[in-house]
């Protein structure tokens, strides 16, 4: 994908500080930039995932719904594919990327801990997990941490979200920016519903390998393949009771940038289109982000990751029940402000597990996003 030139540039990167809800993101597999842009206002926004039932738009629902962290919905005024439609209906609005204005931001202090420091937060958090697991209170948590950096020098959002559609050709790439959720920028490989009509599409993804250089390991341990089965017990159950005529693929090993993972396809018939967000709410959060038992282990997660998820493992994606919905885990992502770049990264831990080597994951999966600053 290429660069757009400079002025298209700065207009986007002006976009990601006003108060203009917008969305650009990419396909797997696909080289078509799709920006979706809400004209006025501010994006809808949604206390429960229900609530999307029957509604079109650019989705950006958190891990866990708060005050300050809606679901929101941005309306669809414009829908343009290809640089050439983007650039024509944006220009069109702006003339002059000055005539985008740009918002203060919220975040005077950078807030940023020592590496040490977060290695210790997560050995600390990681005790905290692995308790009730060997307990057997829970038979899977997914624990995540954050990491912050200052905004490089001449940091571009845009040339962020080209570089990583360049790098990343598997995942489904996202700029998303609103007043009320901030900007992310995101390359995520888990579909959590795609599909329409009557064809729908879901995913279970989880267990995590480093690439070896350009080959692709294959030898999955004990550990990885029981996480995944966890997943795909789950969605198996979920999709049963929306969905009829279901086929499962998998576990296959599928690639996700610099590392791997087991991924079974679920493929299923949905009746009618109309109820997607109460599918999306028996989906969401899946035990590839949360755990199982579901309920006490978001509870557990919310009361001792000592974090604020936000956003990261959320859902993003376009959401059209009279066409083509295209909806996915928001992972391997970052949130962008004025001074600091966000990363977020977690994975799932079983009794069996060991914190140095999950803390080792969390690394390779940031470094997703690392890479293309
Ligand atoms: C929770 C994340 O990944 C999920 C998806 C694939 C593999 C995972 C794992 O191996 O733990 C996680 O379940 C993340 O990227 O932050």
Redesign the pocket.
Known sequence: MILPESHIQKLFDRLAQSATSFALYRLPWTDEPILVLQKEGEAEAFDDLSELNGKKGFVLAPFHRTESHPIVLIRPDIVAHEWEQIIQELCHIFPQASDVAIQNGTDSAICMDTPEENKQHYEEAFARFIAPLQQKTFKKL?L?RHCTQPVPEGFSPLAAFVRACNSYPRMMISLCHTPQTGTWIGS???IILSGQEKLWHTVS????MPMQGESIPTEWSTK?QE??AF?SEYIRKCVKQFGSQVTEKGPYTAR?GH?V??KTDFHFSLKETGHLGDLLKTLHPT???CGLPKQPAYDFILENEHYDRSY??GIIGWLEPEGHTTLY?N??CMKIEDKQITF?????ILPSSVADSEWE??QQ?MN?MRHIL
């Open positions: 997914v995540s995520t490989p888990e993804l989880a267990g995590t990885n996480e995944q997943v996700a590392v993972h087991l035990p590839a982000v990261y493992s885990v992972l391997r977020y990264a977690g994975g799932g994951e969390t999966k997703t």
